[in-house]
């Protein structure tokens, strides 16, 4: 399944995430349809790309909730796994926010053609707050990984880190992407330190092919590495 992934990152919080798609996606209203097209109705005439957003989280609930909500048009059902919890300890907006704490906790969502970009223009970003560095990886890194939608190898998908060192969570952000069940890979990393314990706003872009990574409204540069 997808994952908004806090396996191997360090303890953080998420606060108003999404995944926003330019593009026609297929929509579930579920049980409360009527409610829901009223609702989205009124949303789409404040965001014009409301009717295109696949999956937003705003980590609402009550302190210590296991329930997450995808609040978007499709209604993804949302599960989480590890210690993954609704916490009012850290929040952004609202008052509470979604609390990994970096041992084996994720949410996860289900194989969707909503998450298989193609060459679609579309924009990933949510809130984060670094709350502490993240154990080592494999390469001795401290890597805190947000997003991850490769399934197994077999969609293509991206995938958004916070890149880290040796010693140190937030050294700069990953954005990269894998082929369709291939070995081809486009690997997009910028370097920049990224200060822990206070909130940080992150958008990553794919616009008319090319990658963008802004943080807290600024561009950042970045190189690409492909495979």
């Known amino acids: 399944a997808d994952k908004l992934d806090g396996v191997h990152a360090s303890e953080f919080y998420l606060n108003t995430g999404n995944l926003n798609v330019l593009g026609s ?3 579930n209203f579920g049980s409360d349809y009527k409610e829901s097209l009223l609702l989205n109705q009124q949303y789409a005439k404040i965001d014009p790309e409301w009717n295109n957003v696949v999956l937003l989280l705003h980590m609402d609930g009550a302190n ?3 329930v997450f909500t995808d609040s978007s048009i499709v209604r993804s059902p949302i599960t989480p796994y590890g210690n993954a919890v609704i916490s009012t300890a850290q929040f952004k907006f609202g008052s509470t926010s979604g609390y990994f704490d970096g041992n084996g906790d994720y949410l996860s969502v289900p194989n969707s053609l909503n998450f298989d970009f193609g060459t679609e223009d579309f924009t ?5 707050y670094i709350a502490g560095n993240s154990p080592p990886d494999n390469d001795g890194v401290r890597i805190a990984n947000i997003l991850n939608t490769w ?7 991206y995938a958004i880190n916070i890149y880290g060192d040796t010693t140190t969570t937030g050294t700069g952000i990953a954005f990269d992407s894998w082929g369709n069940g291939t070995n081809s890979a486009t690997f997009y990393r910028t370097s920049h330190s990224i200060s ?3 909130w940080h706003h992150l958008a990553c872009v794919v616009s008319s092919g090319v990658r963008y990574i802004l943080l807290d409204g ?3 540069s970045g190189t690409t590495t492909t495979l």
Do not use: P, T
């Open 25 to 27: 996606k297929a929509v």
């Open 64 to 66: 210590g909730s296991v």
């Open 124 to 128: 990933i970003e949510c809130m984060f």
């Open 151 to 157: 399934s197994l190898g077999v969609v293509s998908g």
């Open 196 to 198: 822990q314990n206070i």
């Open 218 to 220: 600024q561009l950042k």
